[in-house]
């Protein structure tokens, strides 16, 4: 029997480059003739005709696998979606509009043959993305390493291989805020990095503007540490220390000189130090309090509509 490596596609709004991406894909795999292969492409409910594009293709090939989500679930579910669904020795998450390349499979390959259980593919440039949008993920990347506990590799993307005891792990971790590429570092293993050169999107635009791309940054620091929860601890201790001295100060002061001027100067800019500092460490708190809520509802993570050549 040989190995089956199932490749594992999110797809929202890819009508552009699913032809093309269907084409790169069949012809790389193909080349490795030692392996069986899966193609799994999970719909996330796309509002384009993504979904008819894809199960013409499937009506052709059986090794194309198509799930269709109820709606639209976002990345980091429609990832989840396909990797339990894989049935593969090994499985690679790959995006649709060709900007992880497939040519670098036979060497992810390679890697796992040597012996190691996940090889992901760290990006050295990216091109054709504004440099906004760089200079905000290397910040996010240097950030996130210091905060978090778990080494989670900078400029690497979900483009990487697992082997079958990697994923059986990932899909253990049943949470409902899902930081895919923090969990794909969490659960372990061997791991090991290829660099390669990250392209422009075949067609179309991302999905993730800048509020989107915030948002996911909040969902990685918050699943991975808890140093934003800390931090209130700590500026509230360096205010009190402050605010100790400050009233010794003033209690000095008064008794010494007398209190001539009414002082207000320091009592507004007290009020609006302390309000700021209050609603920022609440805000924070909510961020997390928001989370523990979302994951006691326990509610299921997707559900499918259908699946096509399971
Ligand atoms: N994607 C998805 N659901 C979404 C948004 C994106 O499945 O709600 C898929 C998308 O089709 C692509 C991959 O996730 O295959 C990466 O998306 P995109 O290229 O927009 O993100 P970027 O590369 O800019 O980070
Ligand atoms: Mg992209």
Not at 5 to 23: G, L, R, T
Not at 54 to 66: M, N, S
Not at 240 to 250: D, E, R, T, W
Request: glycine share 8%.
């Amino acid at each position: 029997m040989k190995p089956l490596i199932s490749i594992v596609v999110p797809m929202y709004n890819e009508s552009q480059n699913i032809d093309f991406f269907y084409q790169k894909i069949s012809e790389v795999m193909s080349g490795l003739p030692a392996y069986d292969y899966e193609i799994i492409c999970v719909n996330d409910g796309s509002t384009d005709n993504t979904l008819e594009k894809i199960e013409l293709l499937a009506g052709r090939d059986r090794q194309l696998k198509v799930i269709e989500l109820s709606r639209n679930f976002g990345k980091e579910i429609a990832l989840t979606a396909g990797i339990c669904e894989a049935k593969g020795d090994a499985v690679i998450p790959i995006d649709a509009d060709l900007q992880d390349p497939p040519e670098l499979i036979p060497a992810l390959i390679k890697k796992w043959h040597e012996g190691y259980d996940v090889v992901y593919a760290t990006r050295l440039v990216r091109e054709g993305e504004s440099s906004l949008r760089k200079v905000t993920a290397f910040l996010f990347y240097r950030v996130m390493h210091r905060l978090a506990k778990v080494d989670i590799p900078p400029d690497t993307g979900d483009f990487r291989l697992m082997t079958r005891q990697v994923v059986e792990a990932v899909n253990q971790c049943n949470e409902y805020h899902r930081f895919m590429k923090g969990l794909f570092s969490w659960v372990g293993f061997r791991q090991t990095s290829i660099p390669y050169l990250r392209n422009r999107r075949h067609k179309g635009t991302t999905s993730f503007n800048y509020w989107k791309l915030w948002n996911f940054a909040l969902e990685g620091i918050t699943s991975f540490s808890f140093v934003p929860l800390q931090l209130a601890t700590y500026v509230g201790f360096l205010t009190a220390l402050f605010s100790g001295v400050y009233i010794s100060y003033i209690i000095v002061k008064t008794w010494l000189f007398g209190d001539p001027v009414p002082g207000y100067p320091s009592t507004m800019v007290a009020i609006f130090f302390f309000g700021g500092t209050q609603l920022m460490t609440l805000g924070i708190i909510g961020e997390y309090i928001g989370r523990i809520y979302n994951e006691s509802k326990r509610r299921p993570l997707y559900f499918i509509r259908k699946k096509t050549n399971f």
